[in-house]
């Protein structure tokens, strides 16, 4: 795959996912109440809406407001940066994980235009459980990073690498 296909399929996906991550925390802030959650589907699937000031599942949300800041604002922008050189100039990449770094890129994207424009804190809104089991709340960029992560880390080794055009 050539460079500009790379960042065309990276550009592509990154604003996929930030266009829908912004859509649905924009709406779960317009309809939700962060004490009323609405329950569905035998209430395996909650909407609450919470204020994330940490990472995934609120890691880092105890550290100190300075280094949260430092980390999330500059840290992160640094790593997404990384990312989207290392997806379009890597040619040695699986098109998997180039798709992975896509995700990380366009998730990662979504909760920082959060943390930009909402004071630090990250829009989360989804939680699910089963019987006494429930995950943390959680938003649309959560599970794209997650994805993204599955999707680099378990590229096949035997996929062949995309020849350049």
Known sequence: MTKTARFVLITAITLACVGCDQATKHIARSTLAPTTPISILAG?????????????????????????????SLGVPLLLAALAFGGVWFRHLRKAQVIGLALLLGGGLGNLIDRLVRDGAVTDFVRLSVGPVSTGIFNVSDIVIAIGVIAFAFARDDEPETPPL
Do not use: K, Q
């Not at 909407?47 to 300075?66: D, K």
């Open 44 to 72: 395996w699937v909650h909407f609450e809406l919470a204020e994330n000031h940490g990472g995934f599942l609120s890691l880092g949300s105890n550290l100190p407001a300075p280094a949260r800041r430092f980390v999330f």
